[in-house]
């Protein structure tokens, strides 16, 4: 048991940076590191991971689902941030009297439209990846 | 004739005792957490076979983490959600279909 755990450990901490990143391994557990990481939130990951599940030039039906509940989280996490900016908006008019309020929540307002945008991102490269799988959906060659 | 079974608690306490003597001494020495790293193997062996699995409670976890205001109702969740599934067409089915099988067992 302790020998198999090492040998993962190893396989995990040498080998798989090397196999993953080029998608050697089988697209399942591309998937599979996926939904976890979307589990987490870690949507950087799950990008990540659909990408490589995705560089056979015909894309599974797991895939494109994995592929839209990646989106729709990122859509969801962008709402969440625009509201956060709303209500920052709000406050800045209501608090922001001082210098020090103001660029206080100037700085958060940053922070928020930062993480928007990079989600925004994640979203646009994802329904890119989604449409081209479509496309070679009605395009068989 | 029947066989005598001996359980002797002491003995299986001073096992378990010994297991985890034996894997905080091997977390300690190579630094890797043995049951949490097993459970990784295993975890992950299971996700692979039961792909489809993983996928639906997945979808059943993006429901579940749906942002809902204390003063909206099921219609703004169910709107909400319309909303945010535009051009993911075999999700939102997936969607319709869970929230179809939630209402009917409402009902039932």
């Known amino acids: 048991m302790v020998g198999l755990n090492s040998l993962f450990k190893l396989f995990r901490k040498t080998f798989a940076p090397k196999f993953e990143g080029r998608g050697f391994l089988p697209r399942r557990y591309y998937l599979y590191r996926a939904l976890e990481a979307l589990d987490e939130d870690d949507i950087d990951e799950a990008v990540r991971m659909i990408t490589l599940a995705g560089l056979d030039k015909k894309k599974s039906a797991r895939w494109r689902l994995v592929c839209q509940q990646v989106i729709f989280r990122c859509r969801i996490l962008v709402s969440v941030h625009e509201k956060q900016m709303d209500q920052i908006n709000t406050e800045l008019e209501i608090f922001g009297k001082t210098e020090d309020l103001r660029n206080l929540y100037l700085r958060l307002q940053e922070v928020e439209r930062k993480a928007r945008d990079i989600l925004k991102n994640y979203e646009l490269q994802l329904l890119e990846q989604l449409s081209e799988s479509t496309a070679s959906v009605a395009q068989p060659s | ?108």
């Open chain 2, 1 to 108: 004739m029947t066989q005598e079974r001996n359980l002797s608690i002491p003995g299986g306490l001073t096992g378990a005792l010994l297991g985890l003597a034996a894997e905080l001494a091997l977390e300690e020495i190579t630094g890797m957490e043995v049951v949490s790293g097993l459970l990784a193997v295993i975890g992950a062996g299971f996700g692979l076979i039961r792909i489809d699995r993983r996928i639906y409670e997945a979808t059943v976890n993006l429901v579940k983490r749906v942002p809902v205001e204390p003063t909206s109702d099921y219609r703004d969740v169910i709107q909400q959600i319309d909303e945010m599934s535009i051009e993911l067409p075999e999700l939102r089915e997936n969607f319709v279909k869970l929230i179809r099988a939630g209402m009917e067992a409402q009902r039932a």
